[in-house]
Structures are given as structure tokens and as C-alpha cells.
């Protein structure tokens, strides 16, 4: 059964630029002339009782204003929105609660919107509390509370008046991880109850783990609809290629952390230039990323094929070089390097004028989301270096899933009774 139905809905904001007003103009209330934003472009959606749908998107793509339209606080401009039951939203921070009064004289509003009398409220108020976990600080006005306080008294009355659906845009991020995670139970306990949710965030990995389905809003448009894990994905690829586009437009340069001391040694040798040094006998005269299809990119998925390509130029004969790579993070942390030599890589001896690529292939680049520095070096067996680029280039890792620390070790979970 469909308990919400969305068709072809478009909604539009005037926006008024700002510019230099007369006095006059002011007095006779004259406003500058407006432009119009389409927010959402002849959106369609339906969904049925007891289904958990994720909507995803880029800042400013319409997620919110839908929530709006399906809350009721805003109005399309053309098209239909049908919602059948008893709705319960928790959106932006603030909205639906009244700064002056205490979090108690707040909940009895709340909850009286939402359709409940007063002894249902009365029956429900010590849960919510206690849910809360806002203890005293229930008698003080909300003006008061952090914007954590808030979402714990926001969540606490949108679940506790039980729902039939539930439209939750972006706020559970504010919590700490305990509230957070209890607010996770907590809709996956709705959700088994038969609750319909509409859950907007950027926390793709709760996505996943509680949506049946999820969305994809892009341009004020629909562009996907289906299995949270294909559509995830697609959404993910698609931002590691537009951050890919600007990094590249930008030829991003990053600066490790400065708070890390440099090795003093090291600043000896740096003759030249203050991330490059060596004789350059080799020169390594470009370093390109690309993925297994010879796309150049900066942004990767985890576990995505990376190639780090460096063309070089030989200015003498060189018998033995060595060419090696290292990755840093974003502070200074080794991620791994190696060289030619360590790997037992023979490389064939240069020719003065020789010209090539040393390709370093990573078929499974098993990092975890964040910032990458990379090294690049061609020195000979002993260390001498002809051309050494210091964290000159970097690399973005983006996952869908939230595990921490540095690389992804290969690993099985085995559970045994005993
Ligand atoms: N009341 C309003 N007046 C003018 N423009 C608005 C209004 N509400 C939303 N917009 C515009 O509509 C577009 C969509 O906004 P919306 O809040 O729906 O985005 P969102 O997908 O929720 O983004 P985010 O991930 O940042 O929360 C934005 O460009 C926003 O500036
Ligand atoms: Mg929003």
C-alpha cells in the first residue's frame, strides 16, 4: 500500500538579490526584481507502508525542501503530494520548538501538534525524558540547550508519539555517538514495527544499514531509485568524478601538516626547489593517476585500481636505476613505500636521452577514506638521488563504509560458542 505519493512536483524560491536600496525605494517597500530557483524539477516518488527510503544527494540538490513538501510546511507549485497518516518530522535544528519555553512545556506542544490529548502526553512524557536523557535540563528554556541537546529532544518526542511515518532530514549527526547510535536502535526497532521512514543524510554507512531503499536527488532531479548498496555506489563514483574534475581543474596542490618537523638533514639536501631535489641525471618529467582504464583521476573509490605513472627522461647513461613511491597521509603518517629495488624489479639500464614511463600499479587500493600525499623518487642503488619529488602529489580515497585508521587490512570475522 502507497502511503506516499509524489507526482510530478515542482517547487520554485524567489530569491531577491541583494543590492543598494534608495530610502525611498525602501519606504515605498519596492523590492529588487526576483530570480527563480527551481529546487525540485517535476519530482516523482512513491512509497509504501513500512518501507525505509534514504535520500541522498550534494548540498543544495533538494532533499530538504522535499521533506518540507511531504511535512506539509511548504506547497509545490505544480504537481501532487498524497501522505496518508499520522506524520512525525524532525527537521532542521529549531524547527518546531518554541526557545522560550522549558524542554517539558516543549514536548506538551510537540506532542500535541503531532494529534496527541493531553493524558496520551501525560502517559508518554516520562519516556521521552527519560529517552532523552536531558535529566534536569528539561526544566530550562531550549533557547539554552546546544544544538546536541536539541536533536535529543527533538528525536525523543518525534519517535515516542509513534508515527506512521517518520521524515528525518540530517539531524541525528549532531548527537554524540552514544545518543547517536541509540537513535539507530531506536529506528531500526521503528522500522521493524512497521513504520514508514524517510531518512536524508550524508552518513552513507547508516544509510545502509537502514534503508530498503534509497534515493538519489541530484540537480533538483531524481537520478536514481533503488537498492541502497547500487545506488550508493553510483552516487560515490560519481562524487570522486566531479571531485576528480575540480581537483584536476585546481592541479591540486596540498601542503602536508607544517606542525610536523622537517627532518633537518633533509633540508640540507633540498637545493632546488623546496619539495624537489637530486641531480637529475633522471628526470622524472610528469607523474599522472589514472584508474585501470587509463582514465586520469585524483579521487578513488577504497579498493578502487589506482596507476601512478612516472614519465622520465635519462640525460646520461645510467646503469641501475631505481625508482620507488611513497604515500603519506594527509598528516604525515606512512602509508606504505617501496622501491624497484626492494620489490626486485630489474630496470633496464638508460641510455642518455632514453625516454619512458615507470608505471606503479595498486590493483586494490585498500585505504581508508581521506587525503593522500605521494612521494615519487629515481635514485640509483645506493640512494644517490637523480630526481626526488617530496609529497608533491596527492590523491583523495572516498568509501562507503565508516571504518577508521589508515589501511584496510584484509580480515574474517569468526564467531564460536563455547
Ligand atoms: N526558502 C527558500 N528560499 C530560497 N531558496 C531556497 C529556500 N529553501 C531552499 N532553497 C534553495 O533550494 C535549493 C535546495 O535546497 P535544499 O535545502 O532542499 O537542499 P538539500 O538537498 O537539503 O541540501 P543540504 O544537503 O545542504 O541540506 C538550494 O539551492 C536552496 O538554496
Ligand atoms: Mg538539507
Given at each position: 500500500m502507497e502511503v506516499i505519493q509524489v507526482s510530478n512536483v515542482t517547487k520554485s524560491f524567489k530569491i531577491y538579490k541583494e543590492r543598494a536600496s534608495t530610502l525611498k525605494e525602501r519606504i515605498l517597500g519596492r523590492r529588487n526584481k526576483a530570480e527563480v530557483f527551481t529546487a525540485l524539477d517535476n519530482v516523482s516518488l512513491t512509497i509504501s507502508k513500512g518501507e525505509t527510503v534514504g535520500l541522498l544527494g550534494r548540498n543544495g540538490s533538494g532533499k530538504s525542501t522535499l521533506l518540507k513538501l511531504l511535512t506539509g510546511i511548504l506547497y509545490p507549485d505544480r504537481g501532487t503530494i498524497d501522505v496518508e497518516g499520522k506524520v512525525s518530522s524532525l527537521l532542521e535544528l529549531g524547527a518546531g520548538f518554541h526557545p522560550d519555553f522549558t524542554g517539558r512545556e516543549n514536548i506538551y506542544m510537540n506532542a500535541a501538534i503531532l494529534g496527541l490529548?493531553?493524558?496520551?502526553?501525560?502517559?508518554?512524557?516520562?519516556?521521552?525524558?527519560?529517552?532523552?536523557?536531558?535529566?534536569?535540563?528539561?526544566?530550562?528554556?531550549?533557547?539554552?540547550?546546544?544544538?546536541?541537546?536539541?536533536?535529543?529532544?527533538?528525536?525523543?518526542?518525534?519517535?515516542?508519539?509513534?508515527?506512521?511515518?517518520?521524515?528525518?532530514?540530517?539531524?541525528?549527526?549532531?548527537?554524540?555517538?552514544?545518543?547517536?547510535?541509540?537513535?539507530?536502535?531506536?529506528?531500526?526497532?521503528?522500522?521493524?514495527?512497521?513504520?514508514?521512514?524517510?531518512?536524508?543524510?550524508?552518513?552513507?554507512?547508516?544509510?545502509?544499514?537502514?534503508?530498503?531503499?534509497?534515493?538519489?536527488?541530484?540537480?533538483?532531479?531524481?537520478?536514481?531509485?533503488?537498492?541502497?548498496?547500487?545506488?550508493?555506489?553510483?552516487?560515490?563514483?560519481?562524487?570522486?568524478?566531479?571531485?576528480?574534475?575540480?581537483?584536476?581543474?585546481?592541479?591540486?596542490?596540498?601542503?602536508?601538516?607544517?606542525?610536523?618537523?622537517?627532518?633537518?638533514?633533509?633540508?640540507?639536501?633540498?637545493?632546488?626547489?623546496?619539495?624537489?631535489?637530486?641531480?637529475?641525471?633522471?628526470?622524472?618529467?610528469?607523474?599522472?593517476?589514472?584508474?585501470?582504464?587509463?582514465?586520469?583521476?585524483?579521487?578513488?573509490?577504497?579498493?578502487?585500481?589506482?596507476?601512478?605513472?612516472?614519465?622520465?627522461?635519462?640525460?646520461?647513461?645510467?646503469?641501475?636505476?631505481?625508482?620507488?613511491?611513497?604515500?603519506?597521509?594527509?598528516?604525515n603518517i606512512h602509508c606504505y613505500g617501496t622501491n624497484t629495488s626492494i620489490d626486485q624489479f630489474v630496470v633496464k639500464d638508460l641510455k642518455q636521452s632514453d625516454q619512458g614511463e615507470m608505471e606503479f600499479v595498486v590493483p586494490s587500493l585498500d585505504l581508508v577514506s581521506g587525503t593522500y600525499l605521494v612521494s615519487v623518487a629515481v635514485h640509483d642503488i645506493n640512494g644517490n638521488q637523480y630526481d626526488y619529488h617530496d609529497k608533491k602529489y596527492s590523491f583523495k580515497v572516498s568509501s562507503t563504509i565508516n571504518d577508521v585508521g589508515i589501511v584496510k587490512l584484509k580480515h574474517i570475522w569468526r564467531f564460536r560458542e563455547i
Open positions: 490529548n493531553k493524558k496520551e502526553i501525560k502517559a508518554k512524557l516520562n519516556d521521552i525524558i527519560t529517552f532523552s536523557e536531558l535529566k534536569d535540563y528539561i526544566e530550562n528554556p531550549v533557547r539554552n540547550y546546544s544544538s546536541g541537546m536539541y536533536m535529543r529532544l527533538a528525536f525523543s518526542v518525534a519517535i515516542m508519539v509513534e508515527p506512521d511515518i517518520l521524515l528525518i532530514d540530517e539531524v541525528l549527526a549532531v548527537g554524540d555517538t552514544a545518543f547517536q547510535q541509540k537513535c539507530m536502535d531506536q529506528l531500526l526497532k521503528l522500522k521493524s514495527n512497521g513504520t514508514t521512514i524517510v531518512f536524508v543524510s550524508h552518513d552513507l554507512g547508516a544509510m545502509e544499514k537502514l534503508c530498503d531503499r534509497v534515493v538519489w536527488i541530484n540537480n533538483s532531479k531524481v537520478v536514481d531509485d533503488g537498492s541502497p548498496r547500487r545506488v550508493i555506489d553510483k552516487y560515490l563514483t560519481y562524487l570522486s568524478e566531479e571531485e576528480n574534475k575540480r581537483l584536476i581543474e585546481e592541479d591540486m596542490v596540498i601542503e602536508p601538516d607544517s606542525s610536523v618537523p622537517i627532518d633537518e638533514l633533509e633540508v640540507e639536501e633540498k637545493n632546488e626547489t623546496a619539495n624537489r631535489w637530486g641531480n637529475r641525471d633522471v628526470e622524472i618529467t610528469d607523474v599522472i593517476f589514472t584508474d585501470g582504464q587509463n582514465n586520469k583521476k585524483l579521487g578513488f573509490l577504497s579498493g578502487e585500481r589506482m596507476h601512478i605513472k612516472l614519465k622520465f627522461r635519462a640525460k646520461k647513461n645510467i646503469e641501475n636505476p631505481v625508482f620507488g613511491v611513497s604515500i603519506v597521509t594527509i598528516n
